[in-house]
């Protein structure tokens, strides 16, 4: 059976894919595997060349695309000819009556899970132990697999290692912090997080504000989504938030198969 490591880029990803690399888990993986969204923060990507001159196996990346471009594009039905958006991620709605709702999510299994799947399926034969970088205070994302040729293997969670523990291996062996893995507008950011990228990358928050009055601009288009679209369950745009680290909990529990922000 093929090992083959899904890297997030994140922490706990990045973490066994040098202890992998190192020896420390075993067998060494065929080769790790990204998933680009083509949306992630410029530290990611700088991470990422980093991460693969370090790795003694292949690191491939391969993508579906610019989810960023997917989301905005104003599609017109050929049945109907009405315009309409895809419902890509789980933006919060208000609604003019001042209800609420959110939009579904399919970002995680059109532009993580589906691109790894389609470029590992050449291994079908021979089977596929899928290396997840989850940590134990993240095991509610633990998921079997629903392809019958791919077994997850949780490595991290087997040492009993926690993100913390992570970012203590990665210091006692002299290797940078990584980054925080996920889109810069995701809207399970935490205020932690909302708080860390205005900080530290402004120039990917201020993309995320960009793209929250892209996204608005793009519900008008469509004449017939009435509701406007938000990054924060608070329902007001990002540059007008204090984030208090209160009123938006981390909601990456949420994600499926841990994809995304490991």
């Not at 989810?67 to 905005?72: K, Q």
């Not at 995680?108 to 134990?136: A, L, N």
């Not at 509701?227 to 369950?233: A, I, M, T, V």
């Amino acid at each position: 059976m093929k090992n083959i490591l899904s890297l997030g880029a994140g922490v706990q990803s990045s973490t066994l894919a040098l202890m992998a690399s190192l020896g420390e888990v075993a067998p060494k993986p065929d080769f790790a595997i990204f998933a680009d969204t083509q949306a992630e923060p410029e530290s990611v990507y700088q991470w990422l060349d980093w991460l693969e001159g370090q790795l003694t196996f292949p690191l491939i990346r391969v993508t579906t695309g610019n989810l960023t471009e997917s989301i905005l594009r104003v599609r017109t039905s050929k049945k109907t000819n009405l315009k309409y958006l895809k419902q890509e991620i789980p933006a919060y709605i208000l609604n003019p009556n001042g209800t609420k709702g959110q939009m579904w999510r399919q970002c995680t299994s059109r532009f993580k899970v589906d691109p790894i799947q389609k470029y590992c399926k050449q291994f079908k034969k021979e089977g596929i132990v899928m290396w997840m970088g989850i940590s134990t205070d993240e095991a509610q994302r633990m998921k079997d697999s629903r392809k019958f040729w791919i077994e997850h293997r949780y490595p991290l969670i087997e040492m009993g290692i926690s993100r913390e523990d992570c970012l203590t291996w990665m210091a006692d062996n002299n290797y940078p912090k990584p980054p925080r893995s996920a889109c810069v507008y995701c809207p399970y950011h935490s205020d932690k997080e909302w708080t860390r990228l205005k900080n530290e990358e402004p120039a990917e928050f201020a993309r995320a504000i960009k793209f929250e009055k892209d996204l608005q601009a793009a519900f008008i288009a469509t004449e017939r989504l009435e509701g406007k679209p938000f990054l924060h369950n608070s329902r007001k745009n990002l540059d007008t938030i204090t984030f208090t680290h209160e009123d938006q909990i981390d909601l990456f529990g949420n994600e499926c198969e841990g994809m995304c922000g490991v």
